[in-house]
């Protein structure tokens, strides 16, 4: 018997109240995915700066624009893309916020705080599509996914961390 | 829940105990009033008891840093109350745990306001 793939989708309007539903959502699928709390959190918070990127740097705040979210619980890691409708940026270009220079800077740490949380992160600009991140958290040896799930796709993603 | 505060005076210090969540948008903003306002009114010892602060994403790192970096330019001192096990990883983790004057104890985080801050 193969093993299915979890996966939820979700669209929502490009609007800062949405960052909360987004976060509910993302609590809810890991916590079926089987990770604890403390990652619960973590994985919550990437998607919270993962979110205020979308809407707000993406979208410009533009509330006929949508953010579009993809969870996928395969067997051995949680998979999350977020995709919204704008021109994309380079996280290489962003300054390291933790640089005696940078450390009181006020903004510059969403990034940042996504990589500190999950294992594997990426943004992808889809010619004119708006741009897409893609953030992979392991699970850790010993917690498998209560969904079991299979590895497709997974060798197809170019992933930076 | 967005942010809400309270502000009360303890000898030469404003106390203000924030509740909620500190994000981009009205938290944010929020807080950013709250801080101009008291420095206008030439309260310049601010101690902000994040007890009650339930999210804080890297915005509201970004106006606590903010906060910090304006009372300071002002003269005044601005340290932190009763960190969230949430807030003190973040600051941790963003090497701003050492930037800021962190208490676990309101009165000697209140005593701490008329010692001379150490070289």
Same mark, same amino acid.
């Given at each position: 018997m193969i093993p299915e793939t979890s996966v939820v989708e979700v669209t929502l309007e490009s609007d800062l109240k949405n960052v909360e539903v987004a976060e509910e959502i993302t609590r809810r699928v890991a916590g079926t995915a089987g990770f604890d709390e403390d990652e619960q959190t973590r994985i919550e918070m990437a998607v919270h700066e993962s979110m205020i990127n979308a809407i707000?740097?993406?979208?410009?705040?533009?509330?006929s624009k949508s953010v579009w979210l993809q969870f996928t619980i395969h067997r051995d890691r949680l998979e999350i893309h977020i995709r919204d409708q704008g021109v994309g940026f380079d %996280?290489?270009?962003? %300054?390291?916020?933790?640089?005696s220079d940078n450390l009181?800077?006020?903004?510059?740490r969403g990034i940042f705080l996504i990589r500190a949380f999950m294992d594997e992160f990426k943004v992808e600009s889809l010619n004119g599509a708006g741009t897409e991140v893609t953030m992979v958290k392991r699970f850790s040896s010993g917690i498998q996914s209560k969904q079991g799930g299979t590895d497709?796709?997974?060798?197809s993603h170019n992933t930076t961390s | 829940m967005s942010m809400k505060a309270t502000i009360r005076q303890v000898d030469s210090v404003t106390v203000v105990d924030v509740s909620g969540r500190i994000t981009l948008g009205e938290g944010c903003t929020q807080l950013r009033e709250l801080i101009r306002d008291q420095l206008s009114k030439g309260n310049k010892n601010l101690l902000l008891n994040?007890?009650?602060?339930t999210y804080i994403d890297s915005s509201g790192i970004g106006e606590l840093v903010s906060a910090y970096t304006g009372v300071s330019k002002q003269g005044g001192a601005l340290k932190l109350l009763n960190l969230t096990k949430k807030v003190h990883d973040l600051l941790q983790i963003t090497k701003l745990y050492t930037v800021f004057d962190v208490h676990d104890d309101e009165a000697g985080a209140i005593a701490s306001f008329s010692k001379p801050a150490s070289a």
């Open positions: 707000w740097h993406g979208n410009k705040n533009d509330s %996280p290489k270009r962003i %300054p390291d916020p933790l640089e009181l800077n006020v903004s510059g497709r796709e997974h060798e | 994040l007890g009650d602060v």
